[in-house]
Structures are given as C-alpha cells and as structure tokens.
C-alpha cells in the first residue's frame, strides 16, 4: 500500500467507542479488542512515519542538490567580479605610475638652478619659433585647433587602442539598451498575461456558482413538483444533475490551464527581471567605462575621436614633412631632450611638445594642475575598486568558510586567471 493511501486509511478510521458499564464482561472483551486495535495502528503508524522520514529525506537530498548548484552560480559570479576589478585596478595603477612620474618630471624641472633653468628656456624658445612656423603651415589646413593638436599629442600611444575599446563599448551600449528594452517589453507583457488568466480565474469561478445555482434552483423545483403532481421526475433530475457534472468538468479543466498558465509566466517573470538587473548592471559599469574615456580625451563619441585622430595624422605627416626640412628644430628638440636626461627626467621627449611650460610659468601651474586632478581621480577609482575588491573577497572567504567544499571550486576560478585571494 502507498504511502498516500496509508495516510488516508489512516485518517478515515472510525473513532473509538465509550463505554459506560466498564465493568461488564462485554465491556471488558471490547476493551482487549479496542487494546489490540491500538497496537495495530501504533504499528502501521510506526510505518507510515518510517516512509514519511524517508521521503523528507529523499526531499532534503534534492534541495541540497540544487542548493549547490545556485551557491557555485553565484560563487562564480564574486570571482569574475573579482577578476574583472583586479584587472582593472592594474590598468588604473599604471595610469597612476604614469601621472606620477610627469609629476615628478615637472618638479625636477622647477628645482632647477637659474643658469640651467636659463639654459633650458633659451633651448624651449627655439624649439617654440620653429614649432610656430611649422604650426603657421599646419594652421593653414584648418584641420584642428593646436590645443587639440597638442592634447591628441600628448596620448597618440594610446588613442588607436581608446578608439578600438571606445567602438566596442558603444555597440555594447546599443545591444544592452535593445537587450533592457526587449526584457521591459517582455516582464510587462508577462504581467499584463497574469492579469488575464487571473481574470478568467476569476470569470469561471463565478460561472461555476452561477451554473450550480441555476442547476439548485432546477432541482429544488422539480422536488417540489414531484412531490405536488406525485410524478416521477427522475429522468429530468439526472439531466440537470449531468449539466452540472459536464459544466463542472469544462470549468475545471479551464481553471487547470489558466493555473498552469499562471505557473509558467511566474517562472518566465522571475528569469525576466533576474536577467534584466544583470543587464542593468552591464550597462551601468559600461557606460562608466565609456564615459571616463570621453572626459580624457575630450569627445562627445567614438567617431569624433576617430575623426580627429585622422586629422591629427593628416597633420602630422604635413608637419614631419616641413620639419625634415628643418634640420634646426630637430637640433634643439635633441637638445633640450638630452638636458632634460641630464636632470633625471623620465619622459623628456614629451616636452619637446610641451616646450610653453617650460618658458610660461603659468602654463606649467595649468599642467600640474590637470595633472593633480588627474591624479585624484585615479585614486578615488582606485579606492572604489579596492572597496569592491575587498567586498568580494571577503565574501568568497565568508562563503568557504562556511561551505569549504567550495574552497577548490574558487581556487580553480582564479587560477586561470592567475589570480588567488592572498593577493
């Protein structure tokens, strides 16, 4: 016999019979019969609680199963944020390394001493005629400003990756937004199909009381004819009593498919808005990146960076064309470079381009200023990055500690990406 049908034979037992004459010798008999029956069902009670105890564990051995599988998702999901911060911190540390050292270059180029710091604005001031003849022809182009000019000058190394990055992320931005669009339309047609089978829920529900009432009413006068023109009226009760049964089982079988209904836009609702915060997220942390990028190099989008690097390339080639010409300017720009290594600089070749900092004081202020902005900037992003870095760590730690068996499955995750939670 099933468990289910233990349960209900159990349930459905008749009570126990009273007794008021206990001292009677039936009385007694009844007594030793209700005494045996009591052990029988202690007994299959005793089985029927054997098979519940097994099937609970049954249960509890499913939901730890799947239990698993959620905490290694969401494990998964800490250590690729965890990767991805890690990364992105290096790249930010680099940047950082690289501010610094201009930093300091300005710094050893302000503590110079008068003769040396002479000497090397006279140098500046040849290099900045010869660059103003050479910026009257490429002024004639009107290709860009020279301010442009010189701040695209100032990061050509990185402008062909910052426009392949930038290109990316804005064809990522118009998929997540299609992506955010398409998950909106589909949660809000979800929830406008709920509203409808719940609706007809509702309708067959009242069709269902509504048809029993009319079949009552049906019955009741037919009892009453019956028994006023002392006629049978059998076969017209069974009629109305098959009405009723075949309504009934249409409704019935309606109200299933709009609960199943239910059922299956519930779980397309929740995987829905699940995928819709992920997008979200993927679309916060992109347009972030993107915007970052925009305020560096100073554009509005991805093609007005590719246009002005173009431009910028035009003017280069024009400009090296005259300045091959011009033995001079190649002369002093050698000059001031190597004066500028003499003194310790780390990247001197950037300021043959930045030769009016050198002579205007005031120009070099702007410049470190930029630059400590700059830099600050970098260090609040560090911070956040290491906020979020130490939140993931601490939560892959806190998540081992409690399961370690999940130990391995991190360690695997960050390995491939040379990685650990040591570090």
Not at 40 to 50: P, V
Not at 163 to 186: A, F, I, Q, W
Not at 297 to 309: I, R
Not at 318 to 345: C, H, M, P, T, W
Request: with cysteine; charged share 35%.
């Amino acid at each position: 016999m099933g468990l289910f049908n233990k349960l209900k034979n159990y349930l459905n037992e008749e009570p126990e019979d009273e007794f008021e004459d206990s001292g009677s010798e039936s009385g007694k008999l009844k007594k030793e019969k209700v005494k045996e029956k009591k052990k029988k069902r202690g007994k299959r009670i005793s089985e029927d609680n054997e098979d519940i105890i097994n099937l609970e564990k049954e249960l509890k051995a499913v939901r730890a199963n799947k239990s698993a599988d959620n905490e290694k998702a969401v494990v998964k999901d800490v250590c690729e944020q965890l990767v991805d911060v890690s990364y992105h911190m290096e790249d930010m540390k680099q940047e950082y390394k690289v501010v610094t050292n201009y930093l300091v270059d300005i710094q050893k180029i302000d503590e110079l001493p008068i003769q040396m710091a002479n000497e090397l604005i006279d140098t500046a001031k040849s290099i900045e005629l010869l660059e103003k003849d050479r910026q009257k022809y490429l002024a004639s182009e009107n290709l860009l400003s020279i301010d442009r000019y010189n701040q695209i000058a100032m990061y050509e190394k990185d402008v062909i990756k910052t426009v392949k990055e930038l290109n990316e992320m804005e064809e990522r931005d118009g998929l997540l937004k299609s992506d955010m669009g398409y998950l909106e339309g589909e949660k809000e047609d979800l929830e406008y199909l709920r509203g409808e089978y719940a609706d007809g829920i509702t309708r067959i529900r009242g069709i269902m009381i509504g048809v029993f009432l009319v079949c009552f009413v049906a019955m009741a006068f037919l009892l009453i004819y019956a028994l006023s023109k002392r006629e049978s009226v059998t076969v017209y009760a069974l009629m109305v009593g098959a009405l009723l049964m075949i309504a009934f089982a249409i409704s019935y079988a309606r109200y299933l498919d709009y609960s199943s209904d239910i059922k299956d836009i519930d779980a397309k609702h929740k995987k829905a808005v699940s995928l819709l915060n992920k997008v979200k997220v993927k679309y916060i942390n992109n347009v972030n990146a993107m915007d970052y990028l925009y305020e560096k190099f100073d554009v509005n989008s991805c093609k007005e960076l590719e246009y002005q690097w173009e431009q910028y390339n035009t003017m280069v080639s024009d400009a090296l064309k005259y300045s091959r010409a011009n033995k001079d300017l190649r002369f002093f720009k050698e000059q001031l470079i190597e004066k500028l290594k003499k003194i310790g600089v780390t990247d001197a070749e950037v300021w043959t381009r930045q030769t009016n900092a050198i002579i205007d004081r005031r120009e070099m202020v702007e410049i470190t200023h930029s630059l400590n902005v700059r830099r600050q900037k970098l260090r609040e992003k560090l911070a956040t990055c290491e906020t979020i870095k130490s939140n993931a760590t601490t939560a892959l730690k806190a998540a081992i500690e409690e399961k370690p068996e999940l130990k391995a499955y991190v360690a695997e995750i960050l390995e491939s990406y040379r990685l650990s939670l040591e570090n």
